[in-house]
């Protein structure tokens, strides 16, 4: 099914047109991925709702601010859409075009292997986006979850780690030749990230030893910034060096290491 991605660009002419057509083939390919959708779209979601219906989880938290722990975890279902994308998907989709020989096939078309990458980055982008949009209306639509009270901060937060994930997923890709290598490098990244966006511990609830450590890490930075935007306050430039930085360094090792074939 995938091999029709090089068909489809030999038929369009114009590089920006086999672009357009590289973008429409992946999405309409990714549509027909239900565990790739289910895995970013809904099971996010679906773990924060489960939690939610904990009695104890819905009760304002003195130690908290008087915040409940629901209200954590819709952030936390944000970052676990942008984790799965990142290092679970697109890395081994990556990894296996360039395993079947695709992208060698797309040099000898009007499309790049270049508008492969892009296209691979808007469709996971896009579903993450959605995934965000599921997580905020169903956790204000079933526990009350008050909406992000600056939501310009809360968006550049939203935006900017997902950035990252997406950086993270092309450094996996990069130095991944097969898609066994990359399933392999993505489950050892896997645990430790949704570990530091506050998974299984809150970061605001962690020691505060391991709090700070958290908080140098892309998605422990991010957990942060997605709090303090939402509880309405400013953005933490501190947090926001952190994860652009993040971004530069894993988006700089992509482009070195990445190869075609």
């Given at each position: 099914?995938?091999?029709?991605?090089?068909?489809?660009?030999?038929?369009?002419?114009?590089?920006?047109?086999?672009?357009?057509?590289?973008?429409?083939?992946?999405?309409?390919?990714?549509?027909?991925?239900?565990?790739?959708?289910f895995w970013i779209l809904?099971?996010?979601?679906?773990?924060?709702?489960?939690?939610?219906?904990?009695p104890?989880?819905?009760?304002?938290?003195?130690?908290?601010?008087g915040l409940r722990v629901i209200?954590?975890?819709?952030?936390v279902a944000i970052l676990v859409a942008m984790i799965v994308a990142g290092i679970q998907t697109m890395p081994a989709v990556l990894a296996s075009y360039r395993e079947r020989g695709i992208l060698r096939r797309l040099a000898v078309t009007p499309a790049r292997p270049a508008d492969l990458l892009i296209a691979q980055i808007v469709t996971h982008a896009v579903t993450v986006l959605a995934s965000v949009v599921l997580a905020l209306l169903v956790g204000r639509i079933a526990f009350a979850v008050e909406f992000?009270?600056?939501?310009?901060?809360?968006?550049?937060?939203?935006?900017?780690?997902?950035?990252?994930a997406l950086s993270l997923g092309a450094?996996?890709?990069?130095?991944s030749p097969?898609?066994?290598?990359?399933?392999?490098?993505?489950?050892?990244?896997?645990?430790?990230?949704?570990?530091?966006?506050?998974v299984w511990l809150p970061v605001q609830t962690m020691p505060e030893l391991l709090q700070r450590i958290v908080e140098l890490t892309p998605f422990g930075a991010a957990a942060q910034l997605l709090d303090q935007t939402a509880a309405g306050g400013g953005l933490d430039l501190g947090g926001m060096a952190i994860v652009i930085g993040w971004t530069v360094v894993l988006s700089g090792i992509a482009i070195r290491w990445f190869r075609w074939q």
């Open positions: 099914m995938r091999s029709r991605l090089v068909e489809t660009s030999q038929t369009d002419g114009p590089k920006s047109s086999a672009l357009l057509a590289v973008l429409r083939t992946e999405a309409r390919l990714f549509t027909r991925e239900p565990g790739a959708m809904v099971f996010p979601t679906l773990i924060m709702s489960i939690l939610g219906l904990i104890a989880f819905r009760e304002p938290d003195p130690g908290l601010g209200d954590l975890y819709v952030p992000p009270a600056r939501p310009w901060g809360y968006g550049l937060a939203v935006l900017v780690t997902l950035a990252a450094m996996l890709a990069a130095v097969s898609v066994r290598i990359a399933q392999t490098l993505g489950t050892i990244v896997f645990f430790p990230m949704l570990f530091c966006a506050g």
